[in-house]
């Protein structure tokens, strides 16, 4: 758990540790495979399974627009790591959209 925290750290310092070990909960046996505990955000259909699973099934968050707005700003913002963490890039997406108390 520390790392999924460090990891979403780099991004906001002050990310609460409860939130993020809730989205580690939701992921649950995902993480345990090192190609489903990332997020490529080259594969278009990757992103739409965030949209859809994340955003609109755990987030409620219907406006598929802003959804992919926040999908493509987290993509840009994680850039640099070549390893994008499902755990950070869940956390950021909901963050952009406003729902980290919808976790």
Known sequence: MTDYLADVRKYDAL???ETVG?????LGVALH?????LVACSDVSERER???????KKLGYMDAD???SAIDLVCQTMARDNSKS???FY????KH???LGDI
Do not use: F, H
């Open 86 to 88: 499902r755990v950070t």
């Open 91 to 94: 956390y950021l997406v909901a």
């Open 33 to 37: 495979n090192r190609d489903s505990s």
């Open 97 to 99: 959209l406003g729902k």
């Open 66 to 68: 802003r959804a992919d």
């Open 22 to 26: 809730r989205i580690v909960k939701y």
């Open 50 to 56: 965030v949209r859809e699973k994340w955003c609109e």
């Open 15 to 17: 990310a609460d540790p």
